[in-house]
């Protein structure tokens, strides 16, 4: 029996010396892809957020408190409808006050248009002075007569200063109904913005208070948007925005996360500016509908008009070509020893047919692997 176990034991470890030694089974070639040359521009890709095409900040105008909130966030509105309320219960009692004062004022234009209609008529500068009988007609037809003869008295001036009197009592009222009515036009405005209402057809997209908050001038109170059509705010490098005009139109030049194909984007916005610190100048692209929803990530392929591309064209290769190490991108090109060699590229645009072109690093003609096996990683030149 232990002779039968050891002729097995010598028998088995023959068996794995051989297989050892034996060579391993040719795997299937690897393909090998041919750089072409591609006429497409190349890109940068830049990103940005997905914004509404309408967007306001209603801020509070005067101290308060909220009495009304219309909704919450994805509430839609029409437009004109009262959004906020803060409570104008003081403003009102102010504004009834100002037309109590405005009713007197217009009393007392009234009276002094009379008084000035009576001195007009019956002038009390010709008026006796008083008493009956002789003492005041010899006071009428003497008296009066004798003192304006000697310029003792002079009764038109006297007249004269009773009417500019009774004028200026009339204007005295008349300004005191145009400050009045200034005043409630103020507290009219005051009182209307105590009431936000919606700019234009939209949703509320933040709410930043809740009914019963004391607010302050300037604080803000909810964000209003309209969200039927979206666009997507980008900070481009300057020498980019050479490459854009406004109305035109990128193919399939917006990656969004929560859509699953790249989508055609419109410049609709080239700002005039540009920012004073990062040196970028803002760019807005109008993008179709359904596409995303505000707030979102975004990416923007921008051509890059600033690449020069010594044959007008770009080398194109397979997706499947591309390996990376860390984040670089690497592929394994065939040179001319027939040896395998490592090559560090620049990744430029997809072309959605499981192609990609390649800025640098690559020319038409180099042969690639179109898909390198795990093994070439370790016989590869670098």
């Known amino acids: 029996m232990n002779c039968k176990r050891i002729l097995g034991g010598c028998l088995a470890g023959l068996l794995a010396l051989s297989a050892w030694n034996l060579p391993a089974q040719p795997a299937g070639k690897p393909e090998i892809f041919t750089v072409q ?73 009234r009276n002094a248009s009379v008084q000035y209609s009576r001195e007009l008529w019956s002038p009390q500068s010709k008026a006796a002075p008083g008493g009956m009988g002789i003492p005041n007609l010899f006071d009428q037809m003497f008296t009066r007569p004798a003192e304006e003869f000697m310029d003792i008295r002079d009764q038109d001036a006297e007249r004269s200063a009773d009417l500019f009197s009774a004028s200026t009592r009339i204007e005295r009222a008349r300004n005191s109904i145009m400050r009045i009515r200034a005043e409630i036009q103020a507290l009219e405005a005051k009182i209307r913005d105590a009431k936000s ?12 208070v809740e009914v019963g908050d004391t607010v302050q001038p300037g604080q803000p109170l909810l964000k209003f948007a309209d969200v039927t059509w979206l666009q997507v705010e980008v900070d481009v490098p300057a020498r980019l925005v050479t490459g854009l005009q406004e109305m035109m139109v990128l193919k399939k030049a917006a ?30 692209f109008d993008i179709p509908q359904g596409i995303s929803q505000p707030g979102m990530y975004a990416k923007i392929l921008i051509p890059d008009t600033s690449q020069a591309v010594a044959s007008g064209s770009l080398p194109v290769i397979p997706e499947t070509a591309i390996r990376y190490r860390g984040s670089l991108p690497v592929v394994y090109v065939l040179n001319d020893k027939g040896e395998p060699e490592l090559r560090l590229i620049r990744e430029g645009r997809k072309l959605g047919n499981g192609m990609v072109t390649v800025l640098s690093g690559l020319a038409p003609g180099d042969r690639v692997y179109a898909n390198p096996p795990p093994g070439l990683m370790n016989s590869a030149k670098e």
């Not at 830049?46 to 994805?74: C, D, F, N």
């Not at 209402?197 to 930043?208: E, Q, S």
């Open 37 to 109: 040359a591609s006429n497409r521009q190349p890109t940068v890709a830049v990103s940005g957020t997905v914004i509404p095409y309408k967007q306001v900040t209603l801020a509070a105008q005067l101290p308060g408190r909220i009495k009304y909130l219309a909704g919450i966030e994805g509430d839609y509105f029409k437009e004109g409808t009262l959004l906020v309320a803060i409570d104008d219960s003081e403003l009102v009692a102010k504004r009834s006050a100002l037309y109590a004062q405005l009713a007197t004022a217009e009393a007392e234009l």
């Open 197 to 208: 209402v919606a700019p234009f057809d939209g949703v509320i997209i933040k709410k930043l």
């Open 255 to 284: 990656i969004f996360d929560d859509y699953p194909e790249p989508v055609d984007v419109r410049v609709a916005q080239i700002y005039p500016m540009a920012d004073a610190r990062r040196h970028t100048i803002k760019v807005k």
